[in-house]
C-alpha cells in the first residue's frame, strides 16, 4: 500500500444536470492503481450518474476527463470499456440464456475460416475463470448458476475487455457472507494486479474491510476524498449524512409482543420444491423477522402468503375461515400488502407518476369504476409523500427518477393507501443509503404501534433485532427456529441459521 | 422538472399533419375546397376522414392492446369475417340492426380467441393473433363460399355512404367511437390499468390488478372494432370481399398507432392521437392520389413520412435538441 500510487482516471469539475435538477455539481475524483476506492452516498447523492459519465453512459454537461493523463470524452460505454474502463453492474447484465463462455467471449470468439472454434472458447473460458478460482462447466448456461457466480463472471468478462479500472456497482447486494468472502478476495486479488477498482456499496463494514480510499458525495457535490486509515466509522457516517447517526444501539424488544390478537394462522402452508409445511402464527400489533440466508425459502414463504405462487398444502386461517390465496388480487382483497424484493422488477412502475404508482393498489382494490380523479389521486399521493417524506420534485414526475430509498417509500406508501391489516417487506431496506434506511426502520416499528401485522425479510440481523416481536428463522426452504423475546439477538440467530448443518457461518460484525 | 422535448413545444404529429396538408394543397390547389352539395359536403378533406375512417377504427381497438405491449395483426383479417357475415345476413334479407349485432358479435368472439390465447395461455401476442390472421380469411371465405356477396340493403348501405348532419357516416362512426374509447380509458380506471400492466406486466400482477381479464378485454374490444370497420367496409362496396376487405390494414392500424406516440414497447397512450395518426396516413394517401402522381409513389412516400414522424418523436433526437437548445439558452444569459 504505497500512498502515491499513479492516478489511472481522473475526472475533473464532473457537472451533470437533468432539467432543473443538478445531479453533479462540479466533482472532482481520481482512481489510482492498485486501490480499492469506495464510492459513498445516500440515494441521490449523484454516485451513479458520476459512474455513468465515467464509463460513457451519460456525457457531463461539464468537467473533463483524463484517462492515464491523456484527456478523453466516451461517447459511448463501448468505447469506454476498450479503452480500459469496465463496469459490473448491481443487476448482472449478461446474457442468462447463453453458456458462461460464449458471455465471456462474445463477439470475439476464436474463429477458424469465419467459424466459431468452441472448443478453443470453451478453454479459454476455462482457464479464464480458473483466475478466479472458478472451476465450472462452461458450456452451461448462465442462468444455471448462482448470482453469485454469475457476478464472477461479469467481472472477470469486464476485468478481459477492459482491464485498467473495474467498477462494481453495489456488487454484495444480493450474495451471502460466504459469496462476500469469496468476492473481496477475487477484488483483492485483481487489486494486486494493479487495476484501480471502484466499489460502490451500503455496508460500512464492508467499506472498512476492503477500501483503500473513500470518496463521499452528498446532493451532488463532492464532500471529500480521503484515505481510508485516516478515517473512523463516525466520521464517514457523518461525511455522508452531514449529521451524527446513532448507531447501532440494540434496544432488545421485550414484552412488545404481548397484547397481539392473533390475525390469522398459516397452516402447513407449502409447495413442493420451494417451502416446506410452514406453521406460523400472525398477531396484530407485531413484527414477524424472518431470518436466514439468501434462497432459504424467505421469498417464496412471502410469495405463498400473498398468493404469488400457488401453495399446494395447507392455507391461512383467516376471518374464521380456512382458505389459499390464489392470486394477488385475493391477497388484497383480504387486506394484504407486499412490498417485494426485487422493487425494479416487481415493484415500480418506472414510467409512471409518483401519484400513479401510489393510487394503483387502492385503485386496483376499487375495481374498474370507481375511478379516482386527478384531485383525489393529488390529495392521497400528496398525503403520503408528506407522512414518509418521499423526496421528490412533484407527484408527477416519473418513479424512475427516484433514488432506491424514495422509490421503496413510494411502494409502501401504495399499500398504506389501501389501509392493510397485514404487510409483508421483502428486504425493504436492501440498496438503501443510511437516512433512508433508518426512516424505513422507523415506519415498520410506527406501522406495528398503530396495530397493523407486519412480516419483514431482511439480511440484515441488526436490523430485525431492532424491530422484530418475534424472529423466525429459515433455512433449506423450511422453518428452523421461532424466536421470542431475550432470545432475539444476532448471535441466536446465527447459530440457528447455522444449526446441525454446522456451515461455518462468519460471525456478523455489528 | 420534465426534460425539454419537442412535443412540448408542438405535437409533431399536428406538425406533420399541416405539412401534409400544405404540400397536398401546393400539388393540387382545390384541396381545401369543400363544398355542400344533396344535403352533404364534398372535397378532398372530406374525403380524407371518410376514407382514414376503417383505419381509425381499427387503430382506437388497436391503442390500448399495444399499450400492454400486444399487438393484434387478425384486424385485417376480422374485418374480412365481419363484412362476410354482414353481406350473408343482408342478403337473406335480415334486419340492419340483426345484421350489425350479428356482425359484432363475430368481431368479439374472435377478439375473445386472440384475447385468451395471449392472456391465459400466454402466447406471444404476434403470434396469437397472427393464427386469425391467416385463419381469418379462410373463414370469410367459406362464410362467402369462395365468391363476393353483394347486396342492396339500402340500411346498411347507409352505414358506408350515407351522410350524417352532411359529414360521411364512417368518418361519424369513427369519431363517436373515439370519443367513447377515450372516454372509458380516462373517466375510468381502466386507462391506468392499461398503462401500468403495458408499464411493468410483473408489478400490475403484485398490485392486485387483474391484468389477464383486462388484457383479454382489450383484445375483444380490439375484435368489435375491426368488426365494424369490416362492416363499413363492405357498405361501402355493397359487397364482401373475402380476399380483399381490409387487407393490410393492420399494418395501417398499428402505423397509426405508432404515429400517434404509443410505443410498441407498451406504456403510456392516447387513443385520439392513433385517430389522429390514421389521419395522417390517410391525407398521405389521398394527398397522392389527388396529385396526379402514380400511386405506386404512395408507399415510398408513406415510407419517408413516417420516419420523418419518428425521427421527430425519438426520445435521443429530442435529446439532442434540447442539449443544443440548452446550450444556447445559457449562452445567451
Known sequence: MTTDNEVVLEARGIIKTFGNHAALKGVDISFRRGEVHALLGENGAGKSTLIKIVTGAYIPDGGTIHLEGQPVSFATPQQAQSLGIGTVYQEVNLLPNMTVSDNLFIGRQPTSAGIVNRKATDEMAREVLSRYGLDIDVRAELSTYSVAVQQIVAIARAVELSGKVLILDEPTASLDRHEVDKLFQIIRTLKARGLAIVFITHFLDQVFELSDRVTVLRNGSLIGSERIDALNRTSLVRMMLGKDLVQHHHTPVEGQAEGGETLMTVRQLGLTGKVQPIDLEIRKGEVVGVAGLLGSGRTEMARLMFGIDIADSGGLHIDGRERVVRSAREAVDLGFGFCPEDRKADGIFGDLSVRENIVIAMQARLGWFKALNRDEQMEIAGNFIEALDIRTASADLPVKLLSGGNQQKVILARWLATDPRFLILDEPTRGIDVGAHAEIVRMISRLREDGLALVVISSELDEIVSYSSRVVVMRDRTLVAELEGADITPSKIVQSIAGQAGEPVAEVTA | ?333
Open chain 2, 1 to 333: 422538472m420534465r426534460r425539454l422535448s419537442l412535443s412540448d413545444i408542438a405535437k409533431p404529429q399536428l406538425l406533420a399533419l399541416a405539412f401534409i396538408l400544405v404540400l397536398n394543397w401546393m400539388v393540387f390547389p382545390g384541396f381545401f375546397n369543400v363544398t355542400w352539395q344533396d344535403g352533404r359536403l364534398f372535397g378532398s378533406l372530406i374525403d380524407v376522414i371518410n376514407r382514414g375512417a376503417p383505419v381509425a377504427i381499427l387503430a382506437i381497438g388497436m391503442t390500448a392492446i399495444i399499450a400492454t405491449r400486444g399487438v393484434d395483426l387478425s384486424v385485417g383479417a376480422v374485418m374480412a369475417v365481419a363484412g362476410a357475415v354482414a353481406a350473408t345476413s343482408a342478403v337473406a334479407g335480415q334486419p340492419l340492426i340483426v345484421t350489425l349485432a350479428g356482425a359484432l358479435l363475430v368481431g368479439l368472439a374472435c377478439g375473445l380467441w386472440n384475447g385468451s390465447l395471449v392472456a391465459f395461455l400466454g402466447i406471444q401476442p404476434f403470434v396469437a393473433t397472427l393464427v386469425l390472421m391467416v385463419a381469418g380469411r379462410g373463414v370469410a371465405q367459406l362464410i362467402t363460399e369462395g365468391s363476393i356477396v353483394t347486396f342492396s340493403d339500402p340500411a346498411l348501405i347507409f352505414v358506408g355512404t350515407g351522410s350524417v348532419l352532411g359529414l360521411p357516416m364512417p368518418a361519424v362512426i369513427a369519431l363517436i367511437l373515439m370519443i367513447a374509447a377515450h372516454l372509458v380509458m380516462r373517466r375510468t380506471a381502466i386507462g391506468l390499468f392499461v398503462e401500468a400492466i403495458g408499464t411493468n406486466l410483473s408489478a400490475a400482477n403484485y398490485t392486485g390488478l387483474r391484468a389477464r381479464t383486462v388484457i383479454l378485454g382489450l383484445y375483444a374490444f380490439g375484435g368489435c372494432c375491426a368488426a365494424l370497420a369490416g362492416v363499413i367496409a363492405a357498405a361501402d362496396i355493397r359487397g364482401a370481399d373475402a380476399n380483399n376487405a381490409g387487407l393490410w390494414l393492420e399494418l395501417d392500424a398499428i402505423l397509426a398507432v405508432v404515429i400517434g406516440g404509443t410505443s410498441l414497447l407498451g406504456g403510456r397512450f392516447s387513443i385520439p392521437m392513433s385517430v389522429l395518426g390514421a389521419v395522417i396516413i390517410q391525407a398521405m394517401n389521398t394527398g397522392i392520389l389527388v396529385s396526379g402522381l402514380p400511386p405506386e409513389f404512395n408507399l415510398i412516400v408513406k415510407a419517408s413520412v413516417i420516419i420523418l414522424i419518428l425521427v421527430m418523436q425519438s426520445d435521443r433526437v429530442a435529446e439532442v435538441v434540447s442539449r443544443r437548445f440548452g446550450r444556447m439558452t445559457t449562452r445567451g444569459k
